[in-house]
Nanobody
Framework: QVQLVESGGGLVQAGGSLRLSCSVS????????MAWYRQAPGKERELVAT???????NYADSVKGRFTISRDNAKNTVYLQMNSLKPEDTAVYYC?????????WGQGTQVTVSS
């Protein structure tokens, strides 16, 4: 069974940084596109960043210049470096692996940014 396990969430003050990790198992990680989503209370899940198998990345406008997505294919892991965090970044962050009709999710990790 495919597993995506996020870690690195927590409580941080505004302006601080966090690095999320997502360890993936039981798929050929290097051929999958990877993404980070987030869902704040009372809001729909939104796309934060994507990185395709060839390492090209894209970001939501709200996080451009502050967040960086990266991947290490040797470690089957995708990262989300989050800098200059704002209270509005508070959400549960989810890791996603997708390719054609295949779509897998992690269980999420809570990020809370205090003002």
């Amino acid at each position: 069974q495919v597993q995506l396990v996020e870690s690195g969430g927590g409580l941080v003050q505004a302006g601080g940084s966090l690095r999320l990790s997502c360890s993936v198992s039981r798929i050929i990680f290097s051929v999958y596109n990877m993404a980070w989503y987030r869902q704040a209370p009372g809001k729909e899940r939104e796309l934060v960043a994507t990185i395709i198998s060839g390492s090209s990345s894209n970001y939501a406008d709200s996080v451009k210049g502050r967040f960086t997505i990266s991947r290490d294919n040797a470690k089957n892991t995708v990262y989300l470096q989050m800098n200059s965090l704002k209270p509005e970044d508070t959400a549960v962050y989810y890791c996603n692996a997708y390719k054609r009709s295949y779509n897998y999710w992690g269980q999420g990790t809570q990020v809370t940014v205090s003002s």
